[in-house]
């Protein structure tokens, strides 16, 4: 039985980052990463990546802060209303930030050679992974015993 309240990622992966919470879209994976982060339980992913790092640099919140209340146990309805506290942004604006960090790409060629990289390792002939939350998708689920 998974325990989302502690995951294991070596188990099973994080939510997508497509997943939304109060609209805002990586915030529920930024709080698995987190609650994983905390058990010792990452696996092979990284807490404070350049994704996460987006979420904080938008909603000007500390990375430090943010783990620090998550562990004390907070629910995602309690993280939520911790964030909202903190983010001035409107509605809009979050929503408007979110579906741009769901298209968001590779804007130059290194970008555009790990993605093709990617998908040669994993022998996946798809060309329809345009962004890094495509990227993300995909990888979770090759990860866990996915075929390409």
């Not at 939304?20 to 404070?48: T, V």
């Not at 994704?51 to 640099?57: I, M, N, P, T, V």
């Not at 209303?81 to 408007?96: F, N």
Request: hydrophobic share 40%; net charge neutral; aromatic share 10%.
């Amino acid at each position: 039985m998974i325990n989302l309240s502690a995951p294991d990622f070596t188990q099973h992966p994080p939510r997508s980052t497509r997943v939304r919470l109060g609209g805002y879209a990586h915030l529920p994976r930024l709080l698995d990463k987190a609650r994983a982060h905390i058990g010792g339980k990452l696996g092979e992913y990284k807490w404070n990546c350049p994704l996460d790092k987006r979420f904080f640099s938008f909603t000007g919140i500390d990375a430090d802060a943010l783990l620090a209340e998550v562990k004390l146990g907070r629910s995602d309805v309690e993280m939520l209303a911790w964030v909202a506290a903190r983010d001035k942004h409107l509605t809009h604006e979050v929503i408007a930030w979110s579906a741009w960090l769901e298209q968001n790409g590779p804007g130059g060629a290194p970008g555009h050679e790990w993605i093709a990289s990617t998908l040669k390792n994993a022998g996946s002939g798809r060309d329809d992974i345009r962004s890094f939350a495509d990227m993300l998708d995909l990888d979770d689920y090759l990860s866990y015993g996915g075929k390409a």
